[in-house]
């Protein structure tokens, strides 16, 4: 991909059907950027499943949880919410 540097993943996890992208999610800048780098995947047409997880999705404004919401494939709200990250992802990737 062109100018991949400038659309940086936290994690790659090899997927079941295609490589997951796993995004963590702090705070409101974070999540602008993170929807920024998924849009640009989806324009380009890139393979790819995304997992984000939120420290805390309650402290995100409206506005900005909606269009993340819209990009992503899969959220987990919290930090705390283990078991649903670990079923969540063990859908999608190759985990041993």
Same mark, same amino acid.
């Given at each position: 991909?062109?100018?991949?540097?400038?659309?940086?993943?936290?994690?790659?996890?090899?997927?079941?059907?295609?490589?997951?992208?796993?995004?963590?999610? /702090?705070?409101? *800048?974070? $999540?602008?950027?993170?929807?920024?780098?998924?849009?640009?995947?989806?324009?380009?047409? &890139?393979?790819? =499943?995304?997992?984000?997880?939120?420290?805390?999705?309650?402290?995100? /404004?409206?506005? *900005?949880? $909606?269009?993340?919401?819209?990009?992503?494939?899969?959220?987990?709200?919290?930090?705390? &919410?283990?078991? =649903?990250?670990?079923?969540?992802?063990?859908?999608?990737?190759?985990?041993?």
């Amino acid at each position: 991909m062109d100018n991949a540097s400038d659309y940086p993943i936290d994690y790659r996890i090899e997927g079941k059907d295609a490589p997951v992208f796993l995004f963590g999610i /702090p705070n409101r *800048d974070k $999540a602008k950027t993170v929807t920024i780098i998924l849009e640009h995947l989806l324009r380009t047409q &890139a393979r790819f =499943d995304s997992v984000v997880v939120f420290s805390d999705q309650s402290t995100l /404004p409206r506005a *900005d949880l $909606a269009r993340l919401t819209n990009v992503s494939d899969t959220m987990i709200s919290s930090l705390d &919410a283990e078991s =649903d990250f670990r079923r969540k992802l063990e859908k999608k990737a190759l985990l041993n």
